[in-house]
């Protein structure tokens, strides 16, 4: 069952994340914007799923999952600044890689055996990942996201490797937190009561940031549907994708469901191509391929 979670995982959060990267630029407060959206519709969705399903849910669980949603948290933030630097077809590899932290966390603390086909599997995606990620031309085309002049060779670097050091701060912060994760599903907590209690805090997040927003008067087409479709189909896509990698970890191991579901940078590169016209070189292409041949093995 985890591959289905694992595959269903990959499509949604692939598409999401194309969709935030397609409004990230287009405005000085996407980022607590895109947080104040995800975190209230991931909540009040959750509350309903909550009450569908009678999960249990009390002050002592919130504050159990507490640090954990908060690196999680932390991590989101770290990708909307990347996104606003860095194009989504060298920033989504970049972040997932985060599978190796993971992964090692997994062998080492909680002795999850591996077979030598899977740690083949796992090296593939995680090479093919992390080589599509480099492409140092693209560091000559970006443009300041609060304008679309195109800036010096210098300043474009520094933008990049501001961006850089965003993404893997994602990296870690998000390798850290499902290693956590895994910990916490077959220790302490079910998988609902993990999604519903993750969903909780982020709905707070979320208002505090929309707080932030209404108090600085920086409330512009927030929850305009027409003007904010992009970003509230995002969220709801992004929603989707948090609950299908709750029960991706719950269902198998995380040392094999974190690589998979990493691989949805594939299906980033891919709609980027399509929908953001971001060009990626022919070798890339062919680190594309690794990914999904390791996608392919580790589903045996």
Known sequence: MWIIFSVLTVLLWGTSETIF??????????????????????????????????????????????????????????????????????????????????????????????????????????????????????????????????????????????GLAFALGYMLLDGIAGFMDENVLEADLSENQVLVAYAIIYMVVGLVCLAYLILTHKTEGLFNIKEDKRKLIGSLVETAGQFTYIYAFAAGDAALASPFIASYSAVTIVLSRIFLKEKLKLRQYGMLALVFIGMIILSV
Do not use: H
């Open 21 to 162: 990267k397609s409004v990230s630029n287009t405005e000085k407060n996407s980022v607590l914007k895109l947080i104040a959206y995800n975190g209230i519709i991931y909540g009040v969705v959750a509350i309903i799923y909550m009450i569908i399903t009678k999960t249990e849910m009390n002050l002592d669980i919130i504050l159990t999952y507490l640090p954990i949603a908060a690196i999680y948290i932390a991590s989101m933030f770290c990708t909307y600044k990347a996104m606003r630097l860095v194009k989504v077809s060298i920033l989504s590899p970049i972040q997932n890689s985060s599978c190796v932290i993971v992964t090692i966390l997994c062998v080492i603390f909680l002795k999850q055996p591996l077979e030598w086909y899977q740690i083949l599997a796992i090296v593939l995606i995680i090479v093919g990942l992390i080589l599509l990620s480099i492409n140092k031309d693209e560091t000559l085309m970006l443009a300041r996201p609060d304008t679309e002049k195109p800036i010096s060779k210098a300043a474009a670097y520094k933008l990049y490797l501001t």
